[in-house]
């Protein structure tokens, strides 16, 4: 680098030095030193398109890590205007769909609906190379549909995901041309193929845990982490393992609901090696692993540990979604242990009242608070009112398709129903969350509305129909119980306890289940 800077018309090794020094300042966390460096780099690189453009990003993305959003938003907006000066159409649209990313990181909606409509513009107008089109046109659509999906929004959003779709299926046929663009600004792309096919495979799942189709979310897993396996043994690239964790936090919540807690055990032990093995990994997902061991913990009821869990997450989150979803789940913990913390329940139902202040503008989370407060006023024997909440969260969830929460709230109106002696309209509840249960499948509320259904049959006198409902509450029963005894005889159960710190790397074997069953059935 300070040889070079001598030497005339020696541009590439210049600036390539300066990008590799500032990598190597990085790697030995020396971030202090990059900066200045690649700042005088850009500053000297101006009449070299394909440098300037390439160490502009290089130094945003060194910003991005330390989470300095904003330095990084305004390198890309010049790296957007300096692309356009050049006329580089294409690179323009990259820096632009950067910008677009950071800023729906950091919620500043305003600002990103404007240049997302104009990068849409720019993407559609440009005539290029085919597959460069296409990998901008997936860039756009993955944060259109990720946006989407921040705000719960699952039904809105698949107009977006079938475009998506369409659109990795057209990369995949198109074959790579070796011919290189004439403007030197536009040798860049945003990832290669095969990543981006994992991505969509990835956003496909997000959408189907949300939406409440299961088996499809599975399927596409499988496949996801069939090709990351692949890509791995030839590819060490950090965000092969981002993708991995994503996929697996996702598969995990499907699981618990499935009644696969011993499985989702298991890959939550994944996501800590996953961790253990990248500092940076962990500090981005340590608050989403304590949630899913708190979900976990819930699952087999144990509550107290499971307080100790979401406590740690919020303890470690800044990102407001997950800040409200943890607090939804924390709540519910408080609700179903009765009165032992109603100071601490009533101050948290109040940070997430999605009548008037609701925390963030996504409609999913707020339809799970109404749902919240449904179920508190259920325990407090407030029946009026707990119709009100629910009704509020099944209006919301019918109208995103939000599959799960529909069905907990029909099963938790039956119920309501069901105590206050109205067993027709209970009925009317009960079955079609039964069938939208198995549908899912969800494992829980199949064993609620079971137990509804037989006890409604033997108080109309439905003889058969109670015998019926009561042997399949007894084959729920007897699967949850066999899940509920694996899952806690594991050594990884062990993993319930950690609250702080990296997460362990040895587990020491189980002795059997240590928690009450009874609750659970």
Same mark, same amino acid.
């Given at each position: 680098?300070?040889?070079?800077?001598?030497?005339?018309?020696?541009?590439?090794?210049?600036?390539?030095?300066?990008?590799?020094?500032?990598?190597? /300042?990085? #790697?030995?966390?020396?971030?202090?030193?990059?900066?200045?460096?690649?700042?005088?780099?850009?500053?000297?690189?101006?009449?070299?398109?394909?440098?300037?453009?390439?160490?502009?990003?290089?130094?945003?993305?060194?910003?991005?890590?330390?989470?300095?959003?904003?330095?990084?938003?305004?390198?890309?907006?010049?790296?957007?205007?300096?692309?356009?000066?050049?006329?580089?159409?294409?690179?323009?649209?990259?820096?632009?769909?950067?910008?677009?990313?950071?800023?729906?990181?950091?919620?500043?909606?305003?600002?990103?609906?404007?240049?997302?409509?104009?990068? =849409?513009?720019?993407?559609?107008?440009?005539?290029? $190379?085919?597959?460069?089109?296409?990998? @901008?046109?997936?860039?756009?659509?993955?944060? #259109?549909?990720?946006?989407? %999906?921040?705000?719960?929004?699952?039904?809105?959003?698949?107009?977006?995901?079938?475009?998506?779709?369409?659109?990795?299926?057209?990369?995949?046929?198109?074959?790579?041309?070796?011919?290189?663009?004439?403007?030197?600004?536009?040798?860049?792309?945003?990832?290669?193929?095969?990543? *981006?096919?994992?991505?969509?495979?990835?956003?496909?799942?997000?959408?189907?845990?949300?939406?409440?189709?299961?088996?499809?979310?599975?399927?596409?897993?499988?496949?996801?982490?069939?090709?990351?396996?692949?890509?791995?043994? @030839?590819?060490?690239?950090?965000?092969?393992?981002?993708?991995?964790?994503?996929?697996?936090?996702?598969?995990?919540?499907?699981?618990?609901?499935?009644?696969?807690?011993?499985?989702?055990?298991?890959?939550?032990?994944?996501?800590?090696?996953?961790?253990? #093995?990248?500092?940076? %990994?962990?500090?981005?997902?340590?608050?989403?692993?304590?949630?899913?061991?708190?979900?976990?913990?819930?699952?087999?009821?144990?509550?107290?540990?499971?307080?100790?869990?979401?406590?740690?997450?919020?303890?470690?989150?800044?990102?407001?979604?997950?800040?409200?979803?943890?607090?939804?789940?924390?709540?519910?913990? /408080?609700?179903?242990?009765?009165?032992?913390?109603?100071?601490?329940?009533?101050?948290?139902?109040?940070?997430?009242?999605?009548?008037?202040?609701?925390?963030?503008?996504?409609?999913?989370?707020?339809?799970?608070?109404?749902?919240?407060? =449904?179920?508190?006023?259920?325990?407090?024997?407030?029946?009026?009112?707990?119709?009100?909440?629910?009704?509020?969260?099944?209006? *919301?969830?019918?109208?995103?398709?939000?599959?799960?929460?529909?069905?907990?709230?029909?099963?938790?109106?039956?119920?309501?129903?069901?105590?206050?002696?109205?067993?027709?309209?209970?009925?009317?509840?009960?079955?079609?969350?039964?069938?939208?249960?198995?549908?899912?499948?969800?494992?829980?509320?199949?064993?609620?509305?079971?137990?509804?259904?037989?006890? %409604?049959?033997?108080?109309?006198?439905?003889? *058969?129909?109670?015998?019926?409902?009561?042997?399949?509450?007894? $084959?729920?029963?007897?699967?949850?119980?066999?899940?509920?005894?694996?899952?806690?005889?594991?050594?990884?159960?062990?993993?319930?306890?950690?609250?702080? =710190?990296?997460?362990?790397?040895?587990?020491?074997?189980?002795?059997?289940?240590?928690?009450?069953?009874?609750?659970?059935?």
């Amino acid at each position: 680098w300070l040889i070079s800077q001598q030497i005339p018309q020696f541009e590439d090794v210049k600036f390539e030095a300066a990008s590799l020094l500032s990598e190597l /300042y990085c #790697q030995e966390n020396s971030v202090d030193a990059a900066k200045p460096l690649l700042r005088k780099a850009i500053q000297i690189s101006q009449q070299t398109p394909y440098w300037h453009c390439r160490l502009l990003f290089q130094l945003a993305q060194l910003h991005t890590l330390e989470k300095d959003l904003v330095s990084a938003c305004d390198l890309l907006g010049v790296g957007a205007e300096y692309a356009r000066v050049v006329g580089s159409e294409y690179t323009r649209a990259l820096f632009f769909l950067s910008k677009g990313m950071l800023l729906l990181m950091e919620r500043k909606l305003q600002e990103v609906h404007p240049l997302l409509t104009l990068c =849409g513009q720019i993407v559609e107008n440009w005539q290029g $190379n085919p597959i460069q089109k296409e990998s @901008l046109r997936v860039f756009f659509l993955v944060l #259109q549909v990720t946006h989407y %999906l921040d705000a719960g929004q699952v039904k809105s959003v698949k107009p977006c995901l079938k475009q998506l779709q369409q659109c990795i299926q057209t990369i995949s046929t198109l074959h790579d041309d070796e011919i290189l663009p004439s403007n030197p600004a536009d040798l860049f792309h945003w990832l290669p193929k095969e990543h *981006m096919c994992v991505l969509v495979y990835l956003v496909t799942v997000m959408h189907s845990m949300q939406a409440g189709y299961l088996e499809k979310a599975q399927k596409y897993t499988d496949k996801a982490l069939m090709q990351l396996e692949k890509l791995k043994m @030839l590819d060490c690239s950090p965000i092969l393992s981002s993708f991995q964790v994503i996929l697996l936090e996702h598969i995990i919540m499907c699981r618990l609901v499935t009644g696969h807690k011993a499985t989702a055990l298991q890959e939550i032990s994944q996501v800590c090696q996953l961790c253990q #093995q990248s500092p940076r %990994l962990f500090s981005n997902h340590a608050a989403q692993l304590h949630t899913l061991l708190g979900l976990y913990c819930i699952s087999v009821n144990c509550m107290d540990n499971a307080e100790a869990q979401f406590t740690t997450a919020l303890r470690l989150t800044t990102h407001q979604e997950l800040w409200a979803f943890i607090v939804t789940n924390l709540a519910s913990v /408080y609700i179903r242990e009765g009165n032992r913390h109603q100071d601490v329940l009533y101050s948290l139902l109040e940070r997430i009242n999605p009548d008037h202040n609701f925390p963030v503008s996504s409609h999913c989370l707020r339809a799970a608070a109404f749902y919240i407060r =449904g179920l508190f006023s259920f325990f407090q024997g407030r029946y009026n009112e707990a119709k009100r909440f629910l009704r509020e969260t099944l209006k *919301m969830s019918n109208a995103e398709d939000l599959n799960r929460l529909t069905a907990c709230s029909l099963v938790l109106l039956g119920h309501i129903f069901y105590v206050l002696g109205n067993h027709r309209e209970s009925n009317n509840m009960v079955v079609p969350a039964m069938q939208l249960a198995s549908k899912i499948p969800d494992m829980s509320v199949q064993l609620w509305s079971s137990a509804l259904l037989r006890d %409604l049959n033997k108080a109309c006198g439905n003889a *058969m129909d109670a015998h019926e409902a009561a042997q399949m509450h007894q $084959n729920f029963s007897q699967q949850l119980l066999q899940d509920h005894i694996e899952a806690c005889s594991l050594p990884e159960h062990n993993l319930i306890t950690w609250t702080d =710190g990296p997460p362990p790397v040895q587990f020491q074997a189980q002795n059997g289940p240590t928690t009450s069953l009874a609750s659970l059935l």
